[in-house]
C-alpha cells in the first residue's frame, strides 16, 4: 500500500440529475486544484460505481473519500452524511446484488474480502431527490456542493 | 396456504442482472400458465432525446444509455450516422475502433463471468460470498477485468463513457508507442482467460436445450464485432438496412417493454452463444482450440452453457487485440470529416449481448429527425420467456426456493442489460 496516495473518488453519473454531485463536487475540486495546497499530489477521480472499477481506484491508497449522492424517503434532500469503513461494511447487501445495483457497501464488503481497501475509507454523502434522466442538481442538493468539497479538502489534509 | 400444486413464485428483484427488473410465473397442476418478465424501457426517452440534436452527437449521447457497454452504443450510433452520410473511415481507423470493442468484450464477459454467473453455478449467493472463499477466483477475474479497462481508458479518453470516440472516428489515434505497453498487459490477461475457459468447462450444466432461431452478425473472415451482415441459423440472411424489415418489436399486454420477434417467423436470440454458433469458423486459432477443449461443439444451444461461450470470447478479444496492437500503424488523420446530407442510416454492431441495432434519419443540415434504437435484451425477452416456460414445467417437483433460484440462473444465462432497455425487475413464481 502507498500510505500517502490520496484519492477522491465521485460516484455517480452527470445525466441523472442529483446523482450528478459526486462528479459536480470532483469538478470543483479540480478547479481548485492548483490554488489549494492541501490538494497537492490528490488522485480526484469519477466513478459509475461499478464495483470492480471503484475497487481498483482505491486499491493500494491510504486514504480515499467517496462522494456520493444517496436515496432516502426523498424528503431531506441536501443533508449531508459522512459514513466511515465500519458503518459503510454493515451496509453490505449480499442479496441485491446486480453490477448495477451493487451497493457500496457491498462493493466495501468485496474490497474486503479481497483484501483490497484503502487504510483509510470515508463517505460524503448528500441525500438526493431526483435520480430521473436529466442535467443539472436540484436545489437543495447543489447548495451541498461548497460544504462537501471543503470537507473533502480537510480530509485530505489529514495526513 | 397454497396447494403445492398450485402456486405463484415472485421475485420482486432480480439478483446479479445488469440492472433491475421482474419475473412472474404462475403454475396451475402441471401447466405453466403464465410467464412474464416485466420490463420498464428508458431507452425511447434517448430516441426522443436525439431528435433534433446535431448527428455528431449520438455516439456521445447513446454511451450513456448503459455504463457496461457505452462502446457498443458509440460503435453502432457512429456507423449507422457514417451510413447516412456515406462515409468510410480509413482501415486503421477502424482497426481501432475494433480493439476498443474488444476491450469492453473483454470488461463485460469478465464482470459477468466472474461476479454474476459463476455463484450460480458454484452454489454461492453472491460473489461477495464466492470471494470470501475463493479470492484466488475473484482476483483472476479482476485482473482479466482491468485489462478490458485499460484499453477502453487508452483509447476511449476514459474508462466509463469514453469520450475519444466521434463521428468519422476518433479524436486523437494513439502512436504505436503508446500502444505497445497495452501489449505487455494484455498477454497474462490472454493466459488468464485461457485458465477461465478450463475453469468454466469443469461446471456443472443443466441438461437443456433450446431451439430458438439464432441471430448474429456474420463477417466473413472474422469473429464480428464492429461490422457485418445479418445471418440466422434457419439461413435467413439481410443487410443491416433492412433490419427494420426482418426484425418486428410489438407491444406486449403485461409490459412496457417492446418485444422483438422474427417477421413471419417468431422468436430469436442473439448475443454469445448465437454468435459461436454462426461464426465459430472465424475465432482465432487460439480461441478455436480453447472451444474445442473445452468440449463446445459447433453450436451452443444449451443456454447454461452460454458462459463458456463468453469465456472463449474473451480468449478471442484479447488474441485479436493483441493482433491489432501488433499491426497498427497510425492512420494520417484520426478522423475523416463526416458532411451531413439528407438521409437515413443505419448500423448494428455486436455488443457484448448481441446485435445492437441503430437507425438514425437526418435532415440536409445534419439534425436528426428521427432514431431508433433496439437493444439486445429487448431482443431475447420472448427467449428467455420461452425458455423459463420450459425450464418451470420440466422442475415441478423442486421447491419454490429451489425453482426460484433456477429460475433466475436461467434468466442470468442471457447476461440481460435490462438498463440497456429496463429499468427495474422482480421475479414472481405463482402456483394455484
Known amino acids: 500500500m502507498n500510505a500517502g496516495r490520496r484519492v477522491v473518488i465521485g460516484v455517480g453519473n452527470d445525466y441523472r440529475r442529483d446523482d450528478g454531485f459526486g462528479p459536480l463536487v470532483i469538478a470543483g475540486l479540480t478547479g481548485r486544484q492548483d490554488d489549494d495546497p492541501r490538494l497537492s499530489g490528490v488522485d480526484l477521480r469519477v466513478s459509475d460505481g461499478e464495483p470492480t472499477r471503484l475497487i481498483d481506484l482505491w486499491t493500494g491508497a491510504g486514504l480515499a473519500v467517496i462522494i456520493d449522492a444517496v436515496l432516502d424517503d426523498g424528503h431531506h434532500a441536501g443533508n449531508r452524511h459522512e459514513l466511515t469503513l465500519d458503518a459503510l461494511d454493515e451496509l453490505a447487501d449480499t442479496q441485491s446484488a446486480s453490477s448495477h445495483g451493487i451497493s457500496l457497501g457491498s462493493t466495501v464488503a468485496l474490497g474486503h474480502a479481497l483484501g483490497r481497501l484503502p487504510g483509510r475509507l470515508v463517505v460524503l454523502a448528500v441525500s438526493g431527490a431526483e435520480f430521473g434522466f436529466g442535467q443539472g442538481l436540484t436545489p437543495p442538493v447543489a447548495a451541498a456542493v461548497p460544504a462537501v468539497v471543503e470537507r473533502a479538502c480537510e480530509l485530505v489534509a489529514q495526513r | ?432
Request: charged share 25%; with cysteine; aromatic share 8%.
Open chain 2, 1 to 432: 396456504m397454497s396447494h403445492r400444486a398450485d402456486r405463484t413464485l415472485d421475485v420482486r428483484s432480480l439478483a446479479r442482472v445488469e440492472g433491475e427488473g421482474a419475473m412472474h410465473v404462475r403454475v396451475r397442476g402441471d401447466i405453466v400458465e403464465e410467464v412474464r418478465l416485466d420490463i420498464y424501457e428508458p431507452p425511447r426517452f434517448f430516441e426522443a432525446l436525439l431528435r433534433g440534436r446535431r448527428h455528431t452527437e449520438p455516439p456521445d449521447i447513446t454511451a450513456r444509455i448503459c455504463g457496461i457497454c457505452p462502446v457498443a452504443y458509440e460503435m453502432s450510433a457512429c456507423a449507422a450516422i457514417e451510413d447516412a452520410c456515406g462515409v468510410v473511415v480509413d482501415p486503421a481507423v477502424a482497426d481501432l475502433r475494433r480493439l476498443l470493442y474488444c476491450g469492453e468484450w473483454i470488461e463485460s464477459h469478465t464482470l459477468h463471468i466472474y461476479l454474476l454467473h459463476a455463484p450460480d453455478f458454484l452454489g454461492y449467493p453472491s460473489a461477495l460470498e464466492m470471494a470470501k472463499d475463493r479470492r484466488d477466483l475473484v482476483e483472476r477475474g479482476l485482473a482479466m477485468k482491468k485489462a478490458g479497462n485499460e484499453i477502453v481508458e487508452l483509447l476511449g479518453g476514459r474508462a466509463i463513457h469514453p469520450v475519444n470516440v466521434r463521428v468519422g472516428g476518433f479524436y486523437r489515434t494513439p502512436s504505436r508507442q503508446e500502444l505497445a505497453p497495452l501489449r505487455d498487459k494484455l498477454r497474462p490477461a490472454l493466459d488468464q482467460a485461457l485458465e477461465t475457459v478450463r475453469w468454466v468447462s469443469g461446471f456443472d450444466f443443466p441438461d437443456f436445450q433450446h431451439d430458438h432461431e439464432l441471430l448474429a452478425l456474420v463477417s466473413p473472415g472474422r469473429y464480428p464485432l464492429e461490422s457485418g451482415a445479418v445471418a440466422t441459423t434457419a439461413g435467413l440472411t439481410f443487410p443491416v438496412g433492412r433490419f427494420e424489415d426482418h426484425i418486428i418489436e410489438e407491444q406486449v399486454p403485461h409490459s412496457t417493454a417492446l418485444h422483438a420477434r422474427l417477421a413471419g417467423r417468431g422468436r430469436y436470440a442473439v448475443g454469445p452463444a448465437a454468435r459461436y454458433t454462426l461464426n465459430r469458423q472465424w475465432l482465432s486459432p487460439l480461441a478455436l482450440e480453447a472451444a474445442d477443449a473445452a468440449g463446445l461443439g459447433a453450436d451452443c444451444r444449451n443456454p447454461y452453457r452460454s458462459i463458456l461461450v463468453r469465456a472463449v470470447e474473451i480468449v478471442y478479444a484479447l488474441d485479436e487485440a493483441i493482433r491489432l496492437i501488433d499491426r497498427y500503424e497510425p492512420p494520417e488523420r484520426p478522423f475523416v470529416d463526416v458532411p451531413p446530407r439528407e438521409a437515413v442510416g443505419y448500423g448494428a454492431t455486436e455488443a457484448p449481448r448481441g446485435i445492437l441495432f441503430h437507425r438514425y434519419g437526418l435532415d440536409a443540415d445534419g439534425l436528426i429527425t428521427s432514431a431508433r434504437i433496439v437493444p439486445p435484451t429487448s431482443q431475447n425477452q420472448a427467449s428467455i420467456e420461452d425458455d423459463l416456460r420450459r425450464f418451470v414445467g420440466s422442475r415441478l417437483d423442486l421447491d419454490d426456493e429451489r425453482l426460484t433460484w433456477q429460475c433466475e440462473q436461467a434468466i442470468r444465462n442471457y447476461d440481460p442489460c435490462i438498463s440497456c432497455s429496463t429499468h427495474f425487475l422482480d421475479l414472481t413464481v405463482e402456483r394455484r
